[in-house]
């Protein structure tokens, strides 16, 4: 058997004993469940809502009626979105940490190492292994929220729908990915386990919350909303006097937030789920088309990362320390 | 060619109601004497409210359907109680509260004048009319046409385009003006002329140019476009656009991973061991 | 100055000290062998207030463990078997901080006076963790001594020393011994040491304790014996001599 | 008391000290930093384009004026309690999570616990120290964007501002605190420090995103449909489900009374700080149960602590 498949297995049965794993996946496919349940259960009351609306307005001699509130049922996954993005970003860190970090600590590396494996082998492996597990995750995630949907919220998914869906799932699997890789490559890159641990939390904290903070907090949205001009009945030259006093911001606000992988996860997912208006005649391959620098945003900083690692690794000599 | 083909209105909405008697025409339900009759201003294509009273005389609490009949063809009425649509309401005794009536007028009415009467019916049976009566004003009317289907542009960019509006009515319309509800951070940088004027039967063109913020993303949206003037406005054609993001950042990223990569063969060529 | 009575510590699944009666006389420099999981170092938990006993009792200078486990504290310093201290900070600052704790009038002065006694100025101002295991060793000895404690419980104080540091170590017991009259109690399983330092012995074998006595004493009572080894043996069940045990002399 | 204040000592020297903590400290003055400056330039931009358009209506003669945007000075630094529900619990995760399991693993706590040193006195040392850490960096940030604010706006905040934001740190140290307690719990029960600290991030991700996304999933939205304007909204409003799962979330009470603190809600806005208080009690009552719960385990399971 090839040593790269024997470093991945090992790492999938690793991680199947690990405790903390166990209860973070417990609880991801728990809120999965809950609100994928949630979900369906709002889109059924919403449908009923609407077409009440609808009837009730029709009987008012109503010709033009109000356009279909945003409830398509494959936004039932939406709350997922957040738990991905929080606990599936989580487990990946903690599993990246810990399959460097555990061989160090009970000097097995050395053992590895001292055999007939590459360095670059030993990292493929573990990065296989963790992405296989990763992949059943998504899968499983996946299948709970098919049926849920069809079962709980009595609606049938278009093949497109289907088809987003599984797109959105393997979005999540490259959002994933990349903080698996992020907890790897900090965990080759630092010496002590323990810190590698704590930086690359921090990392997520600066790539999941601050920078989308900065972004919002410096969005004009928020502190001059359209509504501001409109109510004040601006002339466009004033408009343009005062957008152009922010015109800096607004690239500094942009680039911080093309930086933040967590950003180009959730405008690809939205416009997949239809959760962000303006995407619901095209095909899921248009959208994909049309986000396809989200999706790049998403994957570029995964494998840039990960030849980091395999150059760390590879120079390594305090490897032996504990 | 699309046609919006939309009648501006002679006193919009908020305008009726504001010019409307402050003393609503009373539907005194309960004394089945009392008929008043108020007269309204409508327009072809438009809406005007009427604003009824519906009085519970009795000790007790009643139930009073609403219906309007007596409708000239084409045209549609339905009632609404703050805001919300109705077909009836609950009274409790001596209470008495204010519904809408909405009467629209079809495009293409002829008519000059009209009459129309309101119906309430109490549940033990005790019904009371009243009348209503309107007139359709065809003096002025105006029609917003657009010859696009669809935009495409880049984010970062502008985007011109031309809107055309037609007065199909019966006076001359002066300083009309194009009013464009954009995306949040859209703006609008040109429209030229500002303002036009036009004779009955005449056509005109603005032409405007809009802007796309560069960190707009790829996507689909709406411009809701209307003509107007201090006295009539045009109903709202919206026109999708749909964004394609620039590539700049993507070939940065992309040469970027492209640079990391090369350095890394390198990097292995370089070591002896692996 | 140390008398227990018997002492037990049991857990859910197994007893880790039985029934332990033993007495410690002031000046003594006691060594409590046992080999590795006898329950040496349950014992010495008890007897430093750190693990609360199931059963009997336990006292030093006439003051109990787990009544007046607060006044005990102040009596005594303790070396645990592998200290690290803080290793952020300097060895001053952990021993000012352990010092203050103690109730250490004018630390500064007790730590130079310490660590001049252990040939440590150079390193005073040091973080802790660039130091080698032996450096460590004897920074714990001095946070352990550092408010003159009238007993001083010392685990497995050599182990992981060089033959220098081990010497240094026997030295400085007893020196602090015979200088300041402290009463020693150390656990350990390596006879050569208790030959070299101790004055009574104490053997305890899984939980329990086999025998306590002087060392004079004990060649009284064992006249044919040639060395300490055999008499442990005797007692402890010569069969562990095969298993290894003696690869540690 | 004497033995409490050495070890607060130490703890507040140590935190300092520790790069990763200084990092993430860092990080939080940045974001608030950032916040309230940009928060008040726009706030200024906003007034002066009123101003002009105002000047520019004059000039044209009309007699009526577009009304004057509501601008409450505190809303600038709203962002401030974001950062304080999500990075500061963070920071009291990271300032906590060894004070015991790392102690325990560098052998240490044993030499504490050998000295004449009750246990609750170590457990209110390391408090007092993790307070004193928390309030420090509180008080930095609350004079220094305050200071800001009356730079760049040119604003000087009156009584009622000022005690609104004496309130508003207070509490933010409370909540913080709560955090502190939690984590010294879980580092008096973990063994091993890592598993406490990746418990205490499970904690905070469920306490501060997703309570808060489960209750949102069950307000109830109500259709309200305009025939007037052919429209039919959504309007959220609580449900007891989605109060109740609140209940749960000390970060949703501190949002709650924040925003009021902070003139973020216009209704709450002119109001004393007492007012406010006393309409947000059951709030502040829901975020101070556990912090309580967990401060009383914490002294409990230190008792028991067997250490070997």
């Known amino acids: 058997m090839n040593a790269t498949w024997i470093i991945a297995r090992k790492e999938i049965t690793d991680a199947l004993k690990n405790k903390l794993f166990l209860i973070i996946l417990g609880m991801l496919l728990i809120l999965t469940v809950v609100s994928v349940v949630l979900g369906a259960y709002q889109v059924r009351v919403a449908l009923d809502n609407y077409t009440n609306a609808i009837e009730f307005l029709k009987s008012l001699g109503k010709t033009e009626l109000p356009p279909m509130p945003n409830l398509n049922p494959i936004s039932a996954s939406k709350g997922f979105v957040n738990y991905i993005g929080m606990l599936g970003a989580l487990l990946a860190m903690i599993l990246g940490n810990y399959a460097i970090v555990k061989e160090r600590r009970s000097g097995t590396l050395k053992l590895i190492l001292s055999r007939k494996v590459f360095r670059d082998t030993l990292l493929n492996g573990k990065l296989l292994g963790n992405l296989t597990l990763f992949a059943g995750i998504s899968l499983l995630a996946a299948a709970i929220t098919f049926i849920s949907v069809g079962a709980i919220g009595n609606v049938a998914l278009s093949a497109g729908d289907a088809a987003r869906m599984g797109l959105f799932f393997l979005m999540s699997f490259l959002y994933m990915a990349f903080f698996l890789v992020l907890g790897i490559t900090f965990a080759v890159m630092v010496g002590n386990g323990n810190k590698a641990l704590l930086l690359t939390v921090i990392m997520w904290l600066v790539l999941a919350f601050v920078f989308p903070q900065i972004g919002n907090t410096m969005d004009m949205d928020n502190q001059l909303p359209g509504g501001f001009f409109a109510s004040m009945g601006m002339t466009k030259d004033q408009q343009t006097k005062v957008l152009v006093n922010f015109k800096f911001y607004e690239t500094l606000r942009d680039s911080i937030e093309e930086m933040s992988p967590t950003k180009h996860y959730e405008r690809v997912s939205f416009a997949l789920l239809n959760v962000k208006p303006g995407f619901e005649k095209n095909t899921p391959m248009e959208v994909l088309g049309l986000k396809w620098i989200n999706v790049l945003g998403l994957t570029a900083p995964t494998i840039i990362l990960w030849l980091i690692a395999y150059m760390g690794f590879l120079r390594r000599e305090d490897i032996y320390q504990t | 060619m699309r046609v919006t083909k939309v009648i501006g209105a002679f006193m919009v909405l908020g305008l009726i109601v504001c010019l409307t008697p402050f003393t609503p025409s009373a539907l005194a339900a309960g004394s089945s004497t009392t008929e008043l009759s108020a007269n309204y201003l409508t327009i072809p294509g438009g809406e005007s409210i009427a604003r009824i009273m519906v009085e519970n005389k009795d000790s007790k609490a009643h139930h009073y359907n609403l219906e309007a009949t007596g409708l000239p063809e084409g045209f549609k009425a339905y009632f609404t109680l703050q805001g919300k649509g109705i077909k009836g309401l609950d009274l409790s005794a001596s209470e008495k509260r204010i519904a809408e009536l909405h009467l629209n007028t079809p495009l293409k009415a002829t008519q000059d004048y009209g009459l129309i009467k309101v119906k309430s019916s109490r549940d033990d049976g005790l019904e009371t009319l009243m009348s209503v009566s309107f007139t359709v004003n065809h003096d002025f009317s105006l029609e917003i046409t657009n010859q696009i289907k669809k935009l495409e542009t880049l984010n970062g960019k502008s985007l011109s385009f031309d809107i055309a509006v037609t007065n199909t009515g019966n006076k001359e319309l002066k300083d009309l003006g194009l009013k464009a509800e954009l995306p949040y951070k859209w703006t609008l940088d040109k429209l030229t002329p500002e303002k036009l004027s036009l004779k009955p039967g005449e056509n005109g063109a603005f032409r405007v140019t809009i802007s796309i913020p560069p960190s707009q993303g790829s996507g689909n949206s709406i411009l809701k476009i209307k003509s107007f003037n201090g006295a009539v406005a045009s109903q709202e054609i919206s026109i999708p656009v749909t964004v394609t993001a620039t590539a700049g950042y993507a070939w940065w990223v992309i040469g970027l991973v492209l640079v990391v990569g090369i350095v890394t063969i390198i990097y292995f060529r370089k070591n002896v061991r692996r | ?249 | 008391m004497k033995q409490v204040f050495i070890i607060a000592s130490k703890e507040f020297k140590a935190a300092f000290k520790d790069r990763v903590f200084l990092v993430i400290t860092a990080l939080f003055l940045l974001l608030s930093i950032i916040s309230v400056y940009i928060g008040s330039s726009t706030k200024n931009a906003e007034i002066k384009a009123y101003l002009d358009i105002v000047a520019l209506l004059k000039a044209q003669g009309a007699t009526s004026f577009p009304v004057s945007p509501q601008l409450f000075p505190l809303a600038i630094l709203q962002n401030i309690i974001d950062y304080v529900s999500i990075i500061g619990a963070v920071l009291a995760v990271f300032l906590g999570f060894d004070a015991f399991s790392g102690e325990r693993e560098n052998g240490t706590l044993k030499l504490l616990l050998v000295r004449p040193l009750y246990r609750d006195q170590l457990v209110t040392g390391k408090l007092l120290g993790g307070g004193l850490v928390i309030g420090v960096l509180l008080c930095v940030t609350l004079v220094f964007n305050t200071l800001l604010f009356s730079i760049v706006s040119g604003l000087t905040p009156t009584f009622n501002e000022l005690s609104r934001l004496l309130v508003f740190i207070t509490l933010a140290f409370v909540y913080m605190m709560i955090f502190y307690i939690v984590t010294l719990f879980v580092s008096i029960k973990t063994g091993d420090r890592t598993f406490g600290f990746l418990t205490m991030m499970v904690v905070w991700v469920f306490v501060s995103f997703v309570i808060p996304q489960l209750a949102d999933s069950q307000r109830s939205f109500a259709y309200a449909l305009n025939a007037t304007a052919q429209t039919v909204t959504q309007m959220p409003s609580d449900t007891v489900i989605s109060k109740g799962i609140e209940m749960f979330s000390p970060a949703v009470q501190f949002q709650n009374v924040g925003k009021d603190l902070l003139q973020v809600v216009s209704e709450t806005a002119a109001m004393n700080v007492f007012d406010i208080l006393s309409r947000q009690v059951l709030s502040l009552f829901y975020m101070l149960v556990p912090g309580a719960i967990f401060l009383l385990a914490s002294y409990r399971a230190v008792q028991k602590e067997d250490v070997t």
């Open chain 3, 1 to 249: 100055m140390l008398v227990t009575d018997k002492l037990t510590k049991r857990y859910a699944d197994f007893t880790a000290v039985e029934d332990l009666n033993l007495t410690v006389r002031k000046g003594a420099i006691f060594g409590f062998l046992g080999h590795n999981g006898a329950g040496k170092t349950t014992t010495l938990s008890m007897l430093t207030t750190l693990l609360l006993p199931t059963g009997g009792k336990a006292s030093i200078a006439g003051l109990d463990v787990v009544k007046d486990n607060f006044k005990v504290r102040s009596l005594l310093g303790y070396l645990p078997e592998s200290v690290m201290l803080y290793g952020d900070l300097t060895a001053a600052e952990n021993l000012s901080f352990f010092g203050k704790l103690s109730g250490v009038e004018k630390v500064e002065v007790r730590i130079d006076e310490v660590l001049g006694l252990l040939g440590f100025m150079d390193w005073k101002d040091k973080k802790v963790k660039t130091f080698s295991k032996g450096m460590r060793q004897r920074i714990g000895i001095a946070q352990a001594i550092l408010h003159k404690p009238k007993v001083l419980f010392l685990d497995e104080p050599t182990s992981g020393l060089d033959p220098q540091g081990t010497k240094d170590m026997r030295d400085l017991l007893l020196m602090l011994n015979r200088e300041w009259g402290t009463t020693i109690f150390m656990n350990t399983h390596l006879l050569s040491e208790v030959t070299k330092v101790c004055t009574d012995i104490g053997i305890i074998s899984k939980g329990k304790l086999l025998l306590a006595d002087s060392i004079k004493n004990l060649e009284q009572r064992f006249p044919e014996a040639k060395s300490l080894e055999e008499i442990y043996f005797k007692i402890e069940g010569g069969d562990r001599s095969e298993a290894g045990i003696h690869h540690s002399l």
